[in-house]
C-alpha cells in the first residue's frame, strides 16, 4: 500500500495467522544440566483478531507450541519430552489524542508443557502463568515516541514470578498524519 493511501487507512476488523519454527541451534551438551542451546524443535501456530470501536481497540491471540523430543537430556542422556503449551493474550487500547498518544491494558494466560524424561510423566512441571499490566505510548516530536510498560504476575503454578519494566524509543519514517 503506498504511504499515502496507509496513512488514511482505518482499521476495521483484521484477522492474521502467523507460525513460529525455533531449530535446534546454539552450543548443546548432554552432559550439562544448563545449556545454551536448544537440542529439539519447536513449532507455533497461532491466530490473531483485532477490531477498532471507534478509539477502542480489541486484540485477541491465541497459540500452541510444540515441541520434538530431546534425544541427549542430561545427565544420562535419555530422551526428553515436553507437552504442548497453550497461550492465550490479549491488549485492550484507547487512542487518547489524535496523534500516537495511547494507552493499553494487556494481559495473558498460558498453560502446558508437563515434562516427560525416560518415558516417565513429571507432573509437577505443568506450566500455568498468567500476567496483566499496561502500556503507555508518548509521542516526543513527529516521528518519534516514547513507549513504557509494565506487567506482574497474576498466577503462577510453576515459573518465574517477576515485575517487568520496559522503556523503548520509537522511530517511524512515516511521521503523523496530515
Do not use: C
Not at 477498532?52 to 534425544?71: K, Q, S
Not at 513507549?147 to 503462577?156: P, R
Amino acid at each position: 500500500m503506498p504511504v499515502q493511501d496507509f496513512v488514511k487507512w482505518k482499521q476495521k476488523t483484521l484477522l492474521g495467522a502467523s507460525v513460529k519454527i525455533i531449530a535446534p541451534t546454539g552450543q548443546y551438551s548432554g552432559t550439562k544440566l544448563v545449556n545454551w542451546g536448544i537440542n529439539r524443535w519447536g513449532f507455533k501456530p497461532e491466530l490473531g483478531y483485532s477490531q477498532r470501536f471507534g478509539r477502542w481497540i480489541l486484540d485477541a491471540y491465541g497459540g500452541v507450541w510444540f515441541f520434538t523430543t530431546n534425544n541427549a537430556f542430561p545427565p544420562l542422556a535419555v530422551p526428553q519430552t515436553e507437552g504442548s503449551i497453550g497461550s492465550f493474550e490479549g491488549h485492550l487500547s484507547r487512542d487518547l489524542w489524535k496523534y500516537r498518544l495511547w494507552a493499553s491494558l494487556d494481559g495473558n494466560f498460558w498453560f502446558g508443557g508437563t515434562t516427560t524424561v525416560n518415558g516417565i510423566e513429571k507432573p509437577d512441571t505443568r506450566q500455568t502463568s498468567s500476567r496483566m499490566g499496561g502500556t503507555l505510548s508518548l509521542p516526543l516530536t513527529r516521528h518519534q515516541s516514547i513507549k513504557v510498560a509494565y506487567s506482574k504476575g497474576t498466577y503462577i503454578l510453576f515459573g518465574g514470578d517477576y515485575q517487568n519494566l520496559q522503556v523503548a524509543w520509537q522511530y517511524s519514517w512515516l511521521g503523523r498524519p496530515q
